[in-house]
C-alpha cells in the first residue's frame, strides 16, 4: 500500500507517519517503482502505535515497547505499564478533584441570581 493508504489504515494524516518514521518508530520502505511500498505488518505497527499513545505512553516509551517486542523482557514492560498506570491514577485524581470543585460552582451559581456568577469569578485571573 502506499503512504496514503498506510495512513488512513492508521487513522492519521500522511505527515504523521513520517514524523513516525523519522522518529525511528515506522521503517521507510526502499521505493519500487518511485513509491514506497507499505505492508499489513507496517499498518500493524502504525496502529500499535496510535493505541499506546491514546494509552497515554509516550514516543519513547512506545519505542522501548517495540524493542521489548522483539525480546524477552516481560518485566520491562510490565514496568512500564505499571509506570502509566500509576500516572493515570494522578491524573484521574485530578480530574475528579476538577470536576468536583466545577460541580460546587455550578451549584453555588444556581443557588442564588445575586452578586458575580461563581464559575466566572472562580476563572478570574485578576480576582
Keep these: 500500500m502506499t503512504i496514503a493508504r498506510l495512513a488512513q489504515a492508521g487513522g492519521v494524516g500522511v505527515e504523521t507517519v513520517r514524523y513516525y518514521q523519522r522518529r525511528g518508530l515506522l521503517r ?5 517503482g518511485g513509491i514506497r511500498r507499505y ?4 499498518a500493524r505497527r502504525l496502529r500499535f502505535i496510535r493505541a499506546a499513545q491514546a494509552g497515554g505512553f509516550t514516543l519513547e516509551e512506545i519505542r522501548e515497547l517495540i524493542a521489548l517486542d522483539a525480546s524477552t523482557d516481560r ?22 478533584e476538577a470536576r468536583a470543585a466545577l ?4 451549584r453555588e451559581c444556581a443557588a442564588s441570581g445575586e452578586g458575580p456568577c ?3 469569578a472562580a476563572f478570574d ?3
Design 118 to 120: 461563581p464559575i466566572v
Design 28 to 32: 521507510t520502505p526502499e521505493r519500487a
Design 39 to 42: 505492508g499489513e505488518e507496517d
Design 103 to 106: 460541580a460546587r460552582l455550578e
Design 125 to 127: 485571573i485578576e480576582g
Design 75 to 96: 518485566a520491562r514492560a510490565q514496568a512500564l505499564a505499571r509506570d502509566r498506570i500509576a500516572a493515570l491514577d494522578v491524573k484521574i485524581a485530578e480530574l475528579t
